[in-house]
């Protein structure tokens, strides 16, 4: 796995309605295989975590679906196209890797609810893999810690 370089990506929806910019791009994709986000795209989300430099164009295209207690998801309300997974405290983006026409040095690293994966898929790559505790468990750490 190398260090985690930042840099910015522009991606868009199937129709070309809304247009992303996430200024911070990272190089990592990670996947979750939640029941939730395998219900919302019939299979694994793959992210990228642009943290909150993010620009949406077309907002008035875009629908807000509120999925959790802290997190939100948006599609394009005209083509349908998943855009992103957004916590509501920290205002974080996880911008779907396959809006981004520019992949070139995009690595895949981490895979998260590893234990909710379906044995129908796989993949091949070693990246890191935690279980949904072990997920919420680091994000309560982090939060005590700020």
Request: proline residues 3%.
């Amino acid at each position: 796995m190398t260090d985690n370089p930042t840099t910015e990506r522009k991606g868009h929806c199937l129709c070309g309605a809304v247009k992303i910019t996430a200024k911070q791009a990272p190089s990592h994709v990670g996947t979750c295989h939640c029941n939730m986000c395998r219900r919302w795209g019939s299979g694994p989300f793959m992210e990228l975590d642009c943290g909150t430099d993010v620009a949406i164009e077309g907002e008035e295209n875009v629908t807000i679906y509120p999925s959790s207690d802290w997190a939100e998801r948006a599609f394009c309300k005209i083509c349908g196209t998943h855009l992103l997974y957004r916590l509501k405290g920290s205002g974080e983006h996880m911008v779907c890797a396959g809006i981004f026409g520019d992949i070139d040095g995009l690595e895949f690293t981490s895979q998260v609810f590893i234990d909710e994966k379906p044995a129908y898929y796989s993949f091949a790559e070693d990246t890191k893999n935690m279980t949904g505790a072990e997920l919420f468990a680091m994000v309560e750490a982090q939060q005590e810690s700020d």
